[in-house]
């Protein structure tokens, strides 16, 4: 089925994959107001939903779009038709998944290995790379790719994960560099624990975790000064420090008695 067409004219344009998920959500109400347009993903069309009903709410016109980032050249192509009907100005790329090995596992299954790749890294990169080149063209944009403090250390229990993550991270330095000289910003932000429904699933220890208004705030402020990156709350920014300080054998020893 094809997209519908905006039902009123946006003086701005911003695209968020993982609508339907705490952080696309919030980043989606942090911008929404009168004069800005929507294109909404999520894998989830009854919480997209509910997504689009609250940016309407606060007078912004939104365009919902199920879709599976496995598929990642179906949603560039759906990505770069909604560009071609109405160009976009900012997008953030939040959709991603958390898995971890399952309880007793050594490692994590291949086929979950092979999912986390395709949505955290291969869908959004690619998403990315074909609207940056679309926002050089007409010499502005910003873009913002969703990433995680997991990403600065080798989880044994989330190798598929924090490796995903690590290599969003490498891409968006490198699309940031390729497309900054034509007026396009490119902005990683790696967050810590983030208080979703999602997280909260999970019944491990998050410390430092941040409200989702209040991450989506700070990772929307970071773009909206053309950060590079950002690592939210700061004391994940020393850990990633002091990870790349440790002698490896006790890097190593520490990280095998993480628990998720």
Same mark, same amino acid.
């Given at each position: 089925?094809?997209?519908?067409?905006?039902?009123?004219?946006?003086?701005?344009?911003? %695209?968020?994959?993982?609508?339907?998920?705490?952080?696309g =959500?919030?980043?989606?109400l942090y911008?929404?107001?009168?004069?800005?347009?929507?294109? /909404? *993903?999520?894998?989830?069309?009854?919480r997209?939903?509910?997504? %689009?009903?609250?940016?309407?709410?606060?007078? #912004?016109?939104?365009?919902?779009?199920?879709?599976?980032?496995?598929?990642?050249?179906?949603?560039?192509?759906?990505?770069?038709?909604?560009?071609?009907?109405?160009?976009?100005?900012?997008?953030?790329?939040?959709?991603?998944?958390?898995?971890? +090995?399952?309880?007793g596992?050594?490692?994590?299954?291949?086929?979950?290995v092979?999912?986390?790749?395709?949505?955290?890294?291969?869908?959004?990169?690619?998403m990315?790379?074909?609207?940056?080149?679309?926002?050089?063209?007409?010499?502005?944009? =910003?873009?913002? /790719?969703? !990433? &995680?403090?997991?990403?600065h250390?080798?989880l044994?229990? #989330?190798?598929?994960?924090? !490796?995903?993550?690590?290599?969003?991270a490498?891409?968006?330095?490198?699309?940031?560099?390729?497309?900054?000289?034509?007026?396009?910003?490119?902005? /990683?932000? #790696?967050?810590?624990?983030?208080d979703?429904?999602?997280?909260?699933t999970?019944?491990?220890?998050?410390?430092?975790?941040l409200?989702v208004?209040?991450?989506? &705030?700070?990772?929307?402020?970071?773009?909206?000064?053309?950060?590079?990156?950002?690592?939210?709350? *700061?004391?994940?920014a020393?850990?990633e420090?002091?990870?790349?300080?440790?002698?490896?054998?006790?890097?190593?020893?520490?990280? +095998?008695?993480?628990?998720?």
């Open positions: 089925m094809r997209d519908k067409a905006m039902s009123i004219h946006s003086d701005q344009r911003i %695209c968020v994959t993982g609508a339907s998920g705490g952080l =959500r919030a980043l989606a911008h929404a107001r009168a004069g800005v347009g929507f294109s /909404l *993903w999520g894998r989830s069309a009854e997209l939903d509910d997504t %689009c009903k609250a940016v309407a709410a606060c007078g #912004a016109a939104a365009q919902p779009t199920c879709h599976d980032l496995t598929d990642a050249t179906g949603a560039v192509a759906r990505l770069l038709e909604q560009d071609r009907a109405a160009p976009f100005d900012l997008a953030y790329f939040v959709a991603g998944i958390g898995d971890i +090995r399952p309880e596992a050594l490692v994590e299954p291949a086929e979950m092979l999912r986390l790749v395709q949505v955290n890294f291969a869908g959004p990169a690619a990315a790379a074909a609207l940056a080149a679309r926002m050089a063209e007409r010499g502005h944009g =910003r873009i913002v /790719l969703i !990433g &995680s403090a997991a990403a250390h080798s044994p229990f #989330a190798a598929g994960y924090a !490796g995903s993550k690590a290599g969003l490498r891409f968006a330095d490198g699309l940031r560099l390729a497309v900054a000289p034509h007026g396009v910003s490119v902005t /990683l932000a #790696a967050p810590g624990f983030i979703t429904p999602a997280a909260r999970h019944t491990g220890n998050r410390p430092f975790e409200p208004a209040e991450a989506a &705030s700070r990772i929307a402020r970071a773009a909206e000064l053309g950060a590079r990156r950002i690592v939210t709350p *700061w004391p994940f020393v850990l420090a002091v990870d790349r300080m440790l002698p490896a054998a006790l890097r190593d020893s520490m990280l +095998r008695r993480l628990k998720p």
